[in-house]
């Protein structure tokens, strides 16, 4: 258990819809990253915050949209579902000292737009 | 900005051999952290070893081992006594000291391991 936790584990919803993403990051950790994962590919980054700041954007369509909490949950929205959203979703957290240097990754969320 | 670049999308191995996988990454600092994970069909994201670039000596973890060139910006990961549970994707990281900022934690594409056996 990395002690990320991510719900929902599994999200089947219909095009045009839009849904909430959550994670809990680990305690003590300020850093948060957010993943999305087709099929078969690698991670493609699509934003971090830190202590609830925005601090890096990647990849991310403007129908998507994040944001870090008091409480440095994070929750992952996205709007306008299209097929070529489904994709498995992962949120990671890194702590914001250099003493733990890895980032520890949730279960994801797999979401499947139908 | 640093990128990091896994050039073999797929590997194969025979069980009980060796394998390497290699990962390159560029960058400016001098200080960082290298990370490899690991994939498995289950797709949960798992540390497989860490190397933090001050330290000449390579990680070792049981049946993993790295052999980081620093000045060659090389990471490859060895993987001894191969598993069939080694099966998986693997992907290399960097971390940037400036922790925090303009994503500090970069990926590779990643490189597909089968294991034979």
């Known amino acids: 258990d990395s002690g990320v936790t991510q719900t929902p584990k599994h999200l089947i919803t219909a095009t045009g819809q839009r849904v909430t993403l959550r994670c809990s990051p680990r305690?003590?950790?300020?850093?948060v990253y957010w993943y999305q994962q087709s099929l078969d590919q690698g991670l493609q980054f699509l934003i971090q915050?830190?202590?609830?700041?925005?601090?890096a954007k990647g990849n991310i369509l403007e129908r998507f949209s994040a944001q870090q909490f008091p409480d440095l949950h994070s929750e992952l929205n996205l709007s306008s579902l299209e097929l070529g959203d489904s994709a498995l979703y992962f949120c990671?957290?890194?702590?914001?000292?250099?003493?733990?240097?890895?980032?520890?990754f949730g279960q994801g969320t797999r979401l499947t737009v139908v | 900005a640093q990128t990091v670049t896994q050039s073999q999308p797929e590997m194969s191995v025979q069980e009980a051999e060796t394998v390497t996988l290699s990962c390159t990454y560029d960058?400016?600092?001098?200080?960082?952290?290298l990370f490899w994970y690991k994939q498995p069909p289950s797709r949960q994201m798992i540390l497989v070893i860490r190397?933090?670039?001050?330290?000449?000596q390579n990680a070792t973890e049981n049946r993993f081992s790295v052999n980081f060139q620093k000045a060659a910006k090389s990471f490859s990961l060895k993987i001894s006594d191969s598993q069939l549970g080694d099966a998986a994707m693997y992907f290399c990281?960097?971390?940037?000291?400036?922790?925090?900022?303009?994503?500090?934690?970069?990926f590779g594409a990643g490189t597909r391991l089968t294991v034979k056996p």
């Open positions: 990671a957290s890194s702590v914001g000292t250099l003493k733990n240097t890895e980032a520890f």
């Open positions: 990281a960097y971390r940037s000291p400036l922790v925090g900022n303009n994503n500090d934690m970069r």
């Open positions: 915050y830190y202590n609830g700041e925005e601090r």
């Open positions: 960058t400016s600092e001098s200080d960082y952290y």
């Open positions: 305690s003590g950790d300020l850093s």
């Open positions: 190397q933090e670039a001050y330290k000449q």
